[in-house]
C-alpha cells in the first residue's frame, strides 16, 4: 500500500516555464513534507519542505503548497532551468517516527 | 569533504555470497540510515540507527544486518545474497530521529547486481 504517490512519472516543460510536480498521500498522521532532486549515479539530494502547519513555503525558484483537506502537495519551480532536469521525490513523515515514505518519483525535463 | 560517502559504488557478485556496503558521514549527525531503491525506483526505508542504537527495522529479512561501530559509520552486511536483493542501496543521515523535522542527508548509493 503506497502512502504517497506521484502519479505523474514524467514531466516535460519549456525552458523559463513553470514545472508543476504533484504528490498526494494517504496517511493523514503525516506532518512533515520534503521534495528531494536526484540526479542519475547521484543520492537525493534536499530541496524544499514544508510542515503541516502551513499551506505555502517558498525558496528562490521553487515554492511548495500544501493541501491537507486534499491530502496534495505540489512543488513549483518557476522559471524552469535544463540544469533543473532531474528525477523529483516526494517524502513525508510523521512527526513521532521520523521515518520518511518516498513517492516513486517525477523525472523532469527542461527543454532549452 | 564529502558529506555522506559509501563503499563501493558497484558492487556485483554471485548469488549466496556475503557482501558489506560501508557508510561513513562527517555531518556529526546522531542518525543514520539505509535506504533500498528497487527496480521500480521506489526508496524504502531499511533500517535507521540513533546514536549506535537501532531505532526503525522495516520488514527486511534477517539476512541483512546493519552495524554501527560509532555514530559516524553504518554499515550494511548482506549473507547469502539473492537475486531479488539487486538495488540500489542508500545511507543517509541527520540530525535527530523522531520527534524532529529531519532533512535527511544522502550518499551516492551503492548499485548491487546479484547474478
Known amino acids: 500500500d503506497q502512502q504517497v504517490k506521484q502519479n505523474s512519472p514524467s514531466l516535460s516543460v519549456q525552458e523559463g516555464r513553470i514545472s508543476i510536480l504533484n504528490c498526494d498521500y494517504t496517511?493523514?498522521?503525516?506532518?512533515?513534507f520534503l521534495w528531494y532532486k536526484k540526479y542519475p549515479a547521484e543520492g537525493p539530494t534536499f530541496l524544499i519542505s514544508?510542515?503541516?502547519?502551513?499551506d505555502k513555503n517558498e525558496d528562490g525558484r521553487f515554492t511548495v503548497f500544501l493541501n491537507k483537506s486534499a491530502k496534495h502537495l505540489s512543488l513549483h519551480i518557476v522559471p524552469s532551468q535544463p540544469g533543473d532536469s532531474a528525477v523529483y521525490f516526494c517524502?513525508?513523515?510523521?512527526?513521532?517516527?521520523?521515518?520518511?515514505?518516498f513517492g516513486q518519483g517525477t523525472t523532469l525535463q527542461v527543454k532549452p | 569533504d564529502t558529506a555522506v560517502s559509501q563503499t563501493p559504488k558497484y558492487l556485483v557478485t554471485q548469488m549466496g555470497n556475503d557482501k558489506s556496503i560501508k557508510c561513513e558521514q562527517n555531518?556529526?549527525?546522531?542518525?543514520m540510515y539505509w535506504y533500498k531503491q528497487d527496480s521500480k525506483k521506489f526508496l524504502k526505508i531499511m533500517f535507521s540507527?540513533?546514536?549506535?542504537?537501532?531505532?526503525i527495522n522495516e520488514t527486511v529479512p534477517n539476512r541483512f544486518s546493519p552495524k554501527s561501530p560509532d555514530k559516524a559509520h553504518l554499515n550494511l552486511h548482506i549473507n547469502s545474497l539473492e537475486l531479488g536483493d539487486s538495488a540500489v542501496y542508500f545511507c543517509?543521515?541527520?540530525?535527530?530521529?523522531?520527534?524532529?523535522?529531519?532533512?535527511?542527508?544522502f550518499g551516492p548509493g551503492t548499485r548491487l547486481t546479484v547474478l
Open positions: 543517509a543521515s541527520s540530525q535527530g530521529s523522531s520527534g524532529t523535522y529531519n532533512e535527511q542527508f
Open positions: 555531518l556529526g549527525h546522531d542518525t
Open positions: 540507527y540513533n546514536n549506535k542504537e537501532l531505532i
Open positions: 517524502a513525508a513523515s510523521e512527526m513521532t517516527t521520523g521515518k520518511l515514505i
Open positions: 514544508i510542515s503541516s502547519i502551513k
Open positions: 496517511n493523514s498522521m503525516f506532518d512533515y
